[in-house]
């Protein structure tokens, strides 16, 4: 398919972004300066981004993540290469095709990739391999990264965010382990055609092989087990064989971590306990298209959609981070954007990918000060009249990534 891309596509020349600090007032870039020239006189440690804004509101949030994610990593000692190359619709206005080559060249031969959303109306009538969100299936594929791990945490700051009542919301805290390389969305035969009667159809194939579900079980398990010890696998095995056969292959797996307590769900009740219930879930694992949709479910138990990060891994090579909301045409453009999953993704890029945890910790301790001292954006804006939500102040995206940068600036480095 690569190949056949890239016929059309033009010639563009990537944007390679500073890999200097970001830029504040002079007061506040002597300062970070002289704290880091008390902890080290040169970077310890050297790395390449791949950053894709995409489209909508992809810019915006990558903007400040690639700002909070630089001045972590500096005040750690660590050096960060950014090269932004384009992904989804922007790269179909520039070249023709939603992921060229040159973009995953460059997402391949870097050491973590940062995406911030792809997708809009502008592209929603296109055929389907001229579709954004093609060059989203096709940079997974092309980094091999077929375990997808996104949190859902109720913060104690945004719990009155939540749709569910306090009681329900409080105290949630899920990962949800989504295989992102197999099953329907990529099985084979795909297509349209006719039936024996004359009749359209269109068809997809659930196809999962024994390996490719052992290796999501094992993530899943190692990662239940680093957790609460307690991993439920969802399916849908009272009705499909893909499912039957994915119990079959988890249960087996299962003999090889007895200390993390194992169990089944069907997707149906999965769904509802995750509003019913949802503490009493520690870890899921799922399948391609059933994690897709329980993930965006218990997204909303958080409060938004935008406060969430998630982690695409493989066996090896760069990892893809990306939020898990959508490309928000609607306000793209407007400073109306909540940066913070991006923010969080930065982190998990830094723990996960790069495997530097102090510097992830900065990022999710300054993103949790951001909230005690009361910034909001629209989507977790909760006005009312006790006396939490009055201390409570509505800003932009631009905004609390400026705040988020002062609570990482605020702190002292590691390493003095």
């Known amino acids: 398919m690569a190949a056949c891309l890239q016929l059309n596509i033009k010639t563009f020349s990537p944007v390679f972004l500073s890999n200097s600090v970001p830029k504040f007032s002079a007061a506040k870039a002597n300062r970070i300066r002289n704290r880091i020239r008390c902890s080290a006189a040169s970077p310890s440690k050297r790395y390449t981004i791949t950053l894709l804004p995409g489209d909508g509101i992809g810019p915006e949030v ?6 909070v994610l630089n001045l972590a990593a500096f005040l750690e000692g660590i050096e960060f290469r950014f090269q932004e190359m384009p992904m989804g619709g922007a790269a179909l206005d520039l070249t023709g095709v939603p992921l060229p080559e040159e973009t995953l060249s460059a997402a391949k031969q870097s050491d973590a990739v940062l995406l911030g959303a792809i997708g809009g ?8 391999h001229l579709k954004p969100e093609t060059g989203l299936l096709q940079i997974r594929e092309g980094l091999e990264v077929f375990a997808n791990l996104r949190p859902a945490t109720v913060l104690p700051q945004l719990v009155d965010a939540s749709t569910l009542k306090k009681e329900i919301a409080e105290g949630v805290d899920v990962m949800v382990v989504r295989e992102l390389t197999g099953g329907i969305y990529f099985g084979k035969p795909r297509g349209f055609g006719k039936n024996e009667n004359g009749k359209e159809i269109a068809f997809n194939t659930e196809v999962y092989a024994k390996d490719e579900i052992e290796r999501i079980a094992r993530v ?4 239940a087990r680093k957790r609460r010890g307690k991993l439920c696998s969802v399916d849908k095995a009272n009705v499909l064989e893909a499912s039957m056969f994915w119990r079959k292959c988890i249960v087996e797996i299962s003999s090889e971590y007895p200390d993390v307590e194992l169990s089944h769900m069907y997707v149906d009740n999965a769904a509802m306990q995750l509003v019913r219930n949802p503490k009493q879930f520690d870890t899921i694992v799922t399948n391609n298209i059933f994690g897709d949709i329980l993930s965006d479910e218990a997204s909303m138990i958080t409060g938004s959609i935008g406060m969430l990060p998630s982690a695409s891994l493989g066996e090896s090579g760069p990892g893809l981070f990306e939020p898990i909301h959508g490309s928000a045409p609607d306000i793209a453009g407007q400073d109306k954007a909540n940066p913070l999953a991006t923010v969080l993704s930065a982190a998990m890029l830094l723990k996960y990918g790069l495997g530097e945890e102090r510097a992830a910790n900065r990022i999710e301790d ?3 000060d951001t909230l005690n001292r009361g910034f909001r954006t629209c989507d977790i804006y909760s006005p009312g009249t006790d006396d939490f939500r009055l201390i409570q102040k509505l800003v932009g995206c631009k905004e609390i990534g400026e705040e988020v940068l002062k609570s990482v600036e605020s702190q002292v480095p590691a390493s003095v």
Do not use: G
């Not at 990558?62 to 700002?67: C, M």
């Not at 109306?121 to 389907?128: G, I, L, P, R």
């Not at 899943?220 to 990662?223: G, M, N, R, S």
């Open 366 to 368: 300054a993103v949790l």
């Open 121 to 128: 109306y502008k592209w929603d009538s296109n055929e389907k």
């Open 220 to 223: 899943a398990f190692e990662t």
């Open 62 to 67: 990558i903007s400040v993540a690639k700002n």
